[in-house]
């Protein structure tokens, strides 16, 4: 079971809007911790989306968005393109574990 | 190009030992902390272990500590990861990605900007 907890699949048609929802605890999205997001495509490796709960590294879409609330984060997704189809991660950092924590991942169809 | 790429990967029986290799290219490599991540097969990402500029501090997950050690030369641009007494839990593939680690709103903040392709860990006789 991962710390952080995202459902593990989320579909939609092209051009609609998804969201992903990541829920922590107080121990780390409560403390006050930043979430990330990254974007993995079938077969390659991770690609940070979204870093410290909204901003968007150089050459992101701004289809793409972070937000963070209490214990809870959420990525959304607007204008959805086939190309999005991939594994979608948040990850933050626990007090308690003492270490950088992952999402167990939500798979996303574009259907 | 800013660029990672790993190696040292392969199969290995339950025990054994191996050294994984990420060189760095493209970016002033001592400036930057640097991690391991890993994904076991179907599975999602784990952290495994970072380290700070110098390599004097280093943290690792739970599951490793006392059997991994992660380590850099910065004259050659180089992380690695010796994995001792592995497992097949420790089945993977590992990624070395670069540490943004930033001052955040309360705390400092560890996010991965730039990754390696990843080198697979098979553990197993």
């Known amino acids: 079971q991962s710390v952080l907890t995202q459902p593990p699949s989320v579909s939609g048609a092209p051009g609609q809007r998804v969201t992903i929802s990541c829920t922590g605890s107080?121990?780390?999205?409560?403390?006050?911790?930043?979430v990330h997001w990254y974007q993995q495509l079938p077969g390659t490796a991770p690609k940070l989306l979204i870093y410290g709960n909204t901003n968007r590294p150089s050459g992101v879409p701004d289809r793409f968005s972070g937000s963070k609330s209490g214990t809870s984060a959420s990525l959304a997704i607007t204008g959805l393109q086939a190309e999005d189809e991939a594994d979608y991660y948040c990850?933050?950092?626990?007090?308690?574990?003492?270490?950088?924590?992952f999402g167990g991942g939500t798979k996303l169809t574009v259907l | 190009e800013v660029q990672l790429v790993e190696s040292g990967g392969g199969l290995v029986q339950p025990g054994g030992s191996l050294r994984l290799s990420c060189a760095a290219s493209?970016?002033?490599?001592?400036?930057?902390?640097m991690t391991w991540v890993r994904q076991a097969p179907g599975k999602g990402l784990e952290w495994v272990a970072n380290?700070?500029?110098?390599?004097?501090?280093?943290y690792y997950v739970a599951s490793v500590k006392g059997r991994f050690t992660i380590s850099r030369d910065n004259a050659k641009n180089s992380l690695y990861l010796q994995m001792n007494s592995l497992r097949a839990e420790d089945t993977a593939v590992y990624y070395c990605?670069?540490?943004?680690?930033?001052?955040?709103?309360?705390?400092?903040?560890?996010?991965?900007?730039?990754w390696g392709q990843g080198t697979m860990v098979t553990v197993s006789s």
């Open positions: 493209g970016f002033t490599f001592s400036s930057y902390w």
């Open positions: 107080s121990s780390n999205i409560g403390a006050g911790y930043d």
């Open positions: 990605a670069r540490d943004l680690l930033y001052s955040g709103s309360y705390w400092v903040e560890d996010a991965f900007d730039i």
């Open positions: 380290i700070d500029l110098d390599g004097s501090q280093k």
């Open positions: 990850q933050s950092f626990d007090s308690s574990l003492s270490g950088v924590v």
